[in-house]
């Protein structure tokens, strides 16, 4: 346990020192975060048919219900927050369901 209070006593005391110096000597970055998309119906709609899901298999991928997948796709709701992120990331990446298989086809 001591070395681990020493390590970050060492960084706190690097940080004050750097904050106190008149020249930066610790490297700084600027972060920057994507606003969330706002999807209208046909986009919702598009980026489903694109991964040949049905709704109700789509809101299971998603985590949402299959009547909020409707709402969606009729225009009386849109997607916000993470289900936006994620329609987000599965039009950027066209693998993403491959690559993240939540569901799986059970073959009879």
Do not use: C
């Amino acid at each position: 346990m001591g070395s681990v209070y020493e390590s970050i006593m060492a960084g706190l005391n690097e940080a004050v020192e750097d904050a106190k110096s008149k020249e930066s000597k610790l490297t700084r970055s600027r972060v920057t975060v994507i606003p969330v998309k706002e999807y209208q119906a046909e986009e919702v709609k598009r980026i489903r048919k694109s991964t040949g899901m049905s709704q109700k298999t789509f809101a299971s991928y998603i985590g949402v219900s299959d009547k909020t997948i409707e709402a969606w796709e009729a225009g009386t709701n849109h997607p916000s927050g993470a289900a936006s992120r994620i329609l987000s990331m599965m039009e950027m990446n066209k693998n993403l369901i491959e690559e993240f298989p939540f569901v799986k086809a059970i073959e009879n």
